[in-house]
């Protein structure tokens, strides 16, 4: 059986005993070509209208050897079934279709699955063993090839703007957090004072203005606060009467119930928001440990949009909570929106994310961040089978003397735990008693009075919240882009790319990611009404690949009509980026023109400014400067580069100027053949006569040592005789050489 990874191997093993092989892949062991590899420049591959494209799939880094080595270990054990056991979605699928191709000289072969690595869900999947889905295979071909498609053209138009890279989920996503920043920058501030207190542990607050008051307090939303008020004056008689009277009057109280709903069991989506929340987790983080879970077998798949869940999962849990808590602490269970009948946003047929053994609520032996989000995923579970909750709720009104205006409070009291009662240690702690005061018309509270009750504060509305990593997973799948094997990954790519930055939690845009959605995405979302990264667009994408998951429509069908709306859209962007000039070109056409004379520059620009030139304009007007031999100032990594290498040679900025007969390094032009390029070769040549660098040396001891020759004969190669004379350039050309040698030696074998 042959399994994506070593651990969830390892638990299978135990199940299956002796006359089983249990190995892992390692997940992905073919797929696009990437870096490297034949066909890998390549953004797609030709194909007739009623077929999907057949590209070179390649070997995944380290693959090859791996199966290489299961392939031996199975024929060498007379291996006659191979059952593949990859994950449970399309991913898995995938993963299955090309071990069932690199294994197809074994007679048998079947394909399993299983949502809980449990000794019973193994053996059923053993029993009930299939085909390959190609419906899901399919799904995922059609998904790597959009992405594929999508992330080279789009990423080379993007470079233009020396950006990394652009995808069609990613750059979505990234719009998302910009959006929120453009919000936030827009925010006005609007001060706002307000008062309140707390007697007999209820927080009161002091209602200042109705609706219809001349001074009502509105934010920019224009939503009613009662409790706000413009008017300091006023709010400063508030606090000073309660600081004097120290006391309140109690004018009305209305009773009331309050029930709390439980939650359905996890998806990843919920999962991921609910370990931030609760344990302050990153979605990488809980991804991780949620993954150690699912491959020891203690819950069941994790990757989910389902809040489904099996009738003996339910009954278990039910039976544990009738007798750890009663049966009214029973509910008759709780689902999300995936369940509801004809529900279009659910992906798969998994189940939610749930423990393998619902009766138990800590396993021995668990690493202590495997137990926590372990705690988790067993309350909710067990919540989502549970009553409600229920609070006895008081909203009182009262008065302070020599004070005509509301003051306003609401007591509450936890009178049935229902789902709650698993939930003690995530929770804070709850009221279970009344006020010890009376809560009757016209009985008199105390207000404790000290530095922070009453309390007036003084302060300004907040520019709305950014998103934290598991609030743009909420948002993704609001929006209906990405899946649950995705979200994760996304996250990462725009990190990595470094279009956005994790300050204390908050998703904060970076300049190079303003500029890719503001600058870039623009060609593309603003030609028609569709918009390639618009999250529309890229949730139609996602809705059309489940439909070929589902059977309902042709994989060659969808790949080609987004071919064709794809190509509509890059080509229309290339032209437009065409009639407008880059940054770049506007840059350029400014220090190409700014050692001009003003007549020159006249003459040149024609009463224009750069950024007035069409992009034609701009082309005729480069070609025909650089063509009259215009000079243009140094870029400003020569610059920093003619610096360092000064720097390093311990020479004034002045004495390097001279070399190339200027004054000033300010005046070094740019250019293959300018100023700047010829004192950047003669200083990298004077450098090289330098003393060998500190990591040069240790290298050099290093080959030595490995290669296991005295250090002398590695010396020698630079006919130098000690370390210590050893140049900048000696260094590199014996480590140069070995590296050749060695290059060379393994081509050989």
Known sequence: MILESGAKAKTVKKYLGKGWIVQACGGHVQDLPSKGSQGSSKSMWKAERNVLPEPPWGWTTGAKKKITDLLKKAKSSKVEEVYIATDPDREGEFIAWRLSIIFADFPIQKRVTFNEITESSVQDAIDQAREIDIALVDSAKVRRFMDRLVGFECSRFSRSWKLASMGRVQTPTLGFIIEKELLRDKHIPIIYNSVNFISNEVNFKVRFHEKDDPEVWLDDAGKHFPDRTFNQDLASKAISLLKKNKEIEIKSIKEGKNK???????????????????????????????GELYNSGHVTYIRTDSTRTNDEARNKIKLHIKEKFGEDHLGPGVLGPDAKKDSQNVQDAHEAIRPTRPEVELIEGLKDEQQLLYGLIWARFAGSQMSSSIRETRSIQAKTQGFDKIITGTASWRIHAGWEAVYGAYHKTVKLEPPKSELAQGAIWNIECNEENPLLVSDQTKPPRRYSESSIVQEMKKQGIGRPSTYVSTIQTLSRRKYVENSSGALIPTDAGKTLWLEVVPFYNEQNDKGLFAAQFTAKMEADLDTIENSNQSAPKIWHEFVDVFKEMNEAAKIKKRSIP?????????????????????????????????????????????????????????????IKLADQLGHSLNDIAKIVNIEDINTLTGGKDGTASQLIDILIKQSQALPASEAQIKLVNKLAVREEVPLTDILSIANIVSIEEMTKQDASLIIDTIMKKNKASKKKK
């Not at 996890?266 to 991780?288: C, E, K, P």
């Open 260 to 290: 709390r709903s439980p939650k359905p069991p996890f998806t990843t989506d919920t999962m991921l928001q609910s370990a931030s929340s609760n344990l302050g987790w990153s979605v990488a983080r809980t991804s991780a440990v949620a």
């Open 582 to 642: 880059s940054k770049r070109q506007i840059e350029l056409l400014i220090n190409l023109t700014k050692n001009m004379s003003e007549k020159e520059r006249e003459e040149i620009l024609k009463g224009k400014e750069p950024e007035e030139f069409s992009g034609d304009e701009m082309r005729e007007t480069l070609d025909k400067v650089i063509a009259e031999g215009g000079d243009f100032p140094a870029s400003e990594k020569q610059i920093a580069l003619v």
